[in-house]
């Protein structure tokens, strides 16, 4: 009976882990040069892909249009038709692609896809051409999937609120090639400045910034120096005109 009561004594409980075990065990680790390692790198989209000519291009535009019963662009008409067009690649970048003044909506944007998914671009000059944060949300969408451009201009389109700059802070965040944004005439405010600025720190690839006429003095002059101090590839900043 004694012997039973000592067998039970030394039989682990809920409240005494156990330490030893009954059985021995070796953990082995294999060398350096024996385990296994992968690199793996996103494909850029279509960058395998035959390089379409700018007139073809310039069809599926048409066709796109036409599917989603809205009106050709002139301006990106006349642009595609005169455009030189100097490509060996889908990654040779042509000059610029300017669409201003214009009243873009979610179908405008489904059917540009069809021009920047052919096709890259140094510069995307949108200026005031966004009415809407749901347009401008899918124009980033965009953007930053084909990576469209390096230098970004979207001055005077004063309508951004939260989920325009949300967008522009995922966009600032995974984008490899911008490098020069334009934001000139936009009025921000102690809320659109907080988000501005969380995009600006995001960036790993921004490093020109233009914010010329966009009436920035007193707090929110401050939170932006606040946010530029903190955004690691910034080297240059023009704010003439505030």
Do not use: W
């Amino acid at each position: 009976m004694s012997s039973q009561n000592e067998t039970d004594d030394k039989l682990p409980t809920e409240d005494s882990p156990i330490t030893t075990v009954s059985h021995k065990r070796r953990v082995r680790f294999p060398s350096d040069e024996a385990q296994l390692r992968m690199i793996s790198i996103t494909p850029e989209p279509l960058s395998n892909q035959p390089l379409l000519s700018l007139g073809v291009i310039l069809q599926r535009y048409r066709a796109a249009c036409q599917r989603l019963q809205i009106r050709p662009l002139n301006c990106l008409l006349d642009q595609l038709t005169t455009m030189d067009d100097n490509r060996k690649s889908f990654n040779d970048r042509l000059h610029c692609l300017k669409i201003t003044n214009e009243r873009l909506d979610i179908k405008h944007i489904d059917a540009i896809e069809e021009v920047l998914s052919r096709c890259r671009f140094q510069t995307l000059d949108f200026e005031s051409s966004f009415s809407d944060d749901s347009t401008l949300v899918q124009f980033f969408d965009v953007i930053e999937y084909y990576e469209s451009c390096t230098h970004l201009n979207l001055s005077n389109n004063r309508s951004i609120s939260v989920q325009g700059y949300q967008a522009l802070t995922r966009y600032l965040r995974k984008t490899r090639y911008l490098e020069r944004l334009d934001m000139n005439s936009i009025r921000f405010d102690d809320m659109s400045m907080l988000s501005f600025g969380r995009a600006l720190r995001m960036s790993s690839t921004l490093y020109e910034l233009h914010l010329e006429s966009c009436q920035l003095n007193g707090k929110i002059l401050q939170k932006l120096i606040q946010n530029i101090r903190l955004a690691p590839y910034l080297r240059e900043l023009y704010l003439c005109d505030n």
